[in-house]
């Protein structure tokens, strides 16, 4: 079984979900899936969400001792004034020490809910590119693995003013945008394998119309997940059925910020 971590920080103040988050998280843990955090925030570390105490200062200390550049961060209305984002192509170098027992490193975000994975990109899937992302053909902030080598964990540094972005206090995409178009050229130039979904991303997210006012998901038992939609003829129609379910991989809610799932399972 391939292991695969994410890397998350949590500076400023917890978020309200934690606990159902690592929660959801440890459904996972049988599939090969691990959750490195980096928090100075009192939470405990929970089956495979490790939590490591990491001051923001000292994670700034790590990026100068990894990649020679001083970000200076500071927390502005208890997140941090640039966004962590912008580091995220450099988390196989920034957090090297901590990922060496794994052979896949990622980056995700916080206010998601992940359904069975290990269905929508099985090892089998995963082991044949060196990056994968949610997305198509386009790096995901939220969700892509790296393989964990050395040529793949330095590449962001052939992204042109990369320093420079990574100093500015200012979000600059460097993980969606600048970081997409140099994986598109190494793919193509077959310097690297490159996979993601063929038509449409795996997850879904809360700014949908169906999502609207209130998120409609649902999790089965085995840890599947749902996306619900009414049937708008309910139940006049004779044929009507009061809702339909699409399986997702993950859900995104960007908007609401609050745990989606009223029922955590």
Request: hydrophobic fraction near 35%; avoid cysteine; aromatic fraction near 16%.
């Given at each position: 079984m391939i292991k695969k971590v994410f890397l998350q920080t949590q500076f400023g103040k917890p978020h309200s979900w934690t606990q159902e988050y690592f929660d959801n998280c440890n459904k996972l843990e049988k599939y090969g899936w691990y959750w490195k955090i980096f928090t100075p925030n009192d939470i405990k570390s929970q089956g495979n969400v490790e939590v490591i105490k990491m001051t923001l200062e000292e994670f700034d200390a790590l990026i100068l001792d990894k990649c020679a550049v001083n970000p200076e961060n500071?927390?502005?209305?208890?997140?941090?004034?640039?966004?962590?984002?912008?580091?995220?192509?450099?988390y196989g170098l920034i957090f090297e020490d901590y990922i060496k027992d794994f052979d896949y490193w990622g980056h995700t975000?916080?206010?998601?809910?992940?359904?069975?994975?290990?269905?929508?990109?099985?090892?089998?899937?995963i082991s044949k590119y060196d990056i994968w992302t949610d997305d198509v053909n386009t790096i995901n902030g939220i969700f892509?693995?790296?393989?964990?080598?050395?040529?793949?964990?330095?590449?962001?540094?052939?992204?042109?003013?990369?320093?420079e972005m990574?100093?500015?206090?200012?979000?600059?995409?460097?993980?969606?945008?600048?970081?997409?178009?140099?994986?598109?050229?190494?793919?193509k130039e077959k310097t690297i394998k490159y996979g993601f979904p063929p038509y449409y991303f795996l997850h879904s997210h809360d700014r949908l119309?169906?999502?609207?006012?209130?998120?409609?998901?649902e999790m089965k038992e085995d840890g599947s997940l749902f996306e619900l939609f009414q049937d708008i003829n309910h139940p006049n129609w004779q044929h009507a059925r009061p809702i339909a379910g699409k399986e997702i991989a993950f859900f995104h809610f960007l908007r609401t910020k609050k745990w989606p799932l009223l029922d955590n399972k």
């Open positions: 500071y927390l502005e209305n208890e997140l941090p004034h640039k966004l962590v984002s912008d580091y995220y192509p450099a975000n916080w206010d998601i809910v992940y359904g069975r994975l290990d269905k929508f990109i099985p090892d089998s899937e892509t693995l790296y393989k964990n080598e050395t040529y793949i964990n330095l590449l962001f540094m052939s992204i042109p003013e990369w320093k990574f100093v500015r206090h200012q979000l600059f995409g460097v993980d969606e945008y600048h970081m997409t178009e140099l994986v598109k050229k190494e793919a119309e169906q999502h609207v006012p209130d998120v409609k998901l």
